[in-house]
Each structure stands twice: as C-alpha cells, then as structure tokens.
C-alpha cells in the first residue's frame, strides 16, 4: 500500500493563492451584477404616494418640491434625506416614509393645526396646538381669526396655554382676546379687540387667571357707578395690591372748573434732568372694586 506524500508548502501556498483569487473574482463579479441589477430602470422611483389629512398642501405640489431632492433609486434612496425634504414644506410637521417594492415610496404626514399668530405684528410665523412654532406665507395668514402671542424665544407653549386659560375668563367682557404678550420682565398684557389694554402682572399663571376673574367680576358694576357700560373700557391695570385702576371712554378725573383754570408754564428741565410728565385730561383712577 503506497502511502501518500505531503505536499510541500509552496505548493500549499500555491493553491491558497489560487482560491483566495477565485472567491475574490466572484465576489467582484456578484457585486458588478448586483450593482447592474440595482440599477435597471425598473428600480427606478416611478410613484410617490402621499398620505395625511392635508389642508394647506396637496400631493401634487409636495411632489414637485421634493422631487428634485430625490437621489437615487428603490434601493439606493436615503429615506431619511427624503423626510427631511417633506418636513421642509410649509406648514409640514411630520413626515414618515418608507419604502414598497417594486419602485414606490410611501409618504404619511402629519400638518400643523395653527392657534395663533406668533411674534411682533407683520411676521410669518405661527403657533400651532402643541406650541410649537413654524413658518407660513403671508397669504395663509390672510382672513385668520387668530389671536397673536407675543413672548421671549422658547416660551411660545406657555404664552398658548395662557391664552386658552384667560380667553374663557376675559369672554364675559364681549370682547376676544386679541394680543396677548408676556413682556421681558415676566408680566402678562392683554389686548382686546376692542382696543382696551389689561395689564395683568406677573406671578404664577393660577394667580394671574384669579386676578382676571375677580377683575371681570367687579369691573361692570365699577362702570355702571361712572354712568358707562363695559366696552367704554380703555385700559385697566391690575398690578395693585388692593384694587385696580381703570380709563373708561369719557370719564375724567378733571372737573370742568378744573379744565377751565390757566396751567402755570413750567420752566424747561435742565439739561441731564428727568422731563416733567405732561399733564393728561385724564388719567386712571384707582376704582373701588378689589382684586385681592
């Protein structure tokens, strides 16, 4: 019985060689097919469906501004680039996409709901029903019955909850609210459609909300003594501790005798000196109707 030889290394090495070289050659050649079939037309994104409760954007037009964002076929797409472009469209807030073979994406988004109007008058942003604040064109703010909230970068949520606190409170007044503004020191303003200012003043938001109550509470009896019904309301200022002032359309703290008599001059301030406030024909008097 002959028994067989080992063979000698190089011949070993030889032969490894030779099959590291074989599985080499097919790999490349599975990847030059695979990367061929992946790119046969038929791969190609031929359909784009859009699905969502849409209000301020139709398919139609979201697939024409994403459209030029998409790179790549079925496979190859970033869905990730194309969820973003979708987000890009005004008036978006949410976009889901995936995939469904052979060569369609399928594309959910969620719109925002506006509250209101954010920021100073003339801007293009609004705040939507979880506070989050986006951007609209001018001509979806046309025609709006929006309140507009004004208050620091990032405290947008907190200035919508309070309108949704104070706007039920204030209905009483027959006017809605129309700006509502949490000013740089933390102090709450409201105007009213009807052009009558409320400062509300600061503290945490159940005490500016009690504060408004006790005031909608009071303020037409507090007219009625001054002979005016509650829209000759001007301005009210709650920031007292024991009452509120008010300024009602017609009612004066100047008597007519008073208005009649000359005013002194007064000597010019000098210079690096506060100016005198000038007088007024009629100012806000501090009313009888308590708050606290």
């Not at 070289?21 to 050649?29: E, H, I, Q, T, Y």
């Not at 409320?198 to 303020?219: H, K, M, S």
């Amino acid at each position: 019985m002959n028994n067989a030889l080992p063979a000698p290394f190089d011949v070993k090495l030889m032969n490894w060689t030779a099959s590291a070289l074989f599985v080499g050659c097919a790999a490349l050649v599975l990847a030059a097919a695979g990367s061929w079939l992946l790119r046969l037309p038929v791969f190609s994104i031929g359909r784009i469906v859009v699905q969502g409760e849409l209000v301020h954007n139709n398919p139609v037009t979201l697939r024409a501004n994403v459209g030029p964002h998409l790179v790549g076929n079925f496979f190859t797409v970033d869905l990730q680039a194309v969820r973003e472009a979708f987000e890009q469209v005004p008036w978006v807030r949410s976009a889901m996409v995936r995939r469904e073979f052979p060569n369609s994406l399928r594309v959910e988004l969620q719109e925002h709901q506006a509250a209101a109007v954010w920021g100073a008058e003339g801007g293009n942003k609004l705040v939507d029903t979880r506070g989050e604040v986006f951007e609209a064109s001018s001509d979806d703010l046309e025609g709006d019955d929006l309140p507009r909230l004004v208050g620091p970068e990032g405290r947008s949520l907190e200035v919508l909850q309070m309108e949704r606190s104070l706007a039920p409170v204030l209905k009483p007044l027959g006017s809605e609210i129309d700006v509502l503004e949490l000013t740089g020191r933390g102090g709450w303003r409201v105007t009213l459609d009807g052009g009558a200012v409320i400062e509300l003043g600061g503290g945490n938001p159940a005490d500016v909300v009690a504060r408004a109550r006790r005031f909608v509470q009071t303020v037409p009896q507090v007219a009625a003594q001054q002979g005016r019904r509650i829209d000759a309301l001007e301005l009210a200022d709650l920031r007292h501790d024991n009452g509120y002032a008010l300024r009602l359309r017609g009612v004066s703290t100047i008597t007519a005798e008073m208005a009649a008599k000359p005013r002194p001059v007064r000597a010019p301030a000098r210079s690096g000196a506060a100016g005198a406030r000038p007088a007024t024909t009629g100012a806000p008097a501090r009313t009888t109707g308590q708050t606290r």
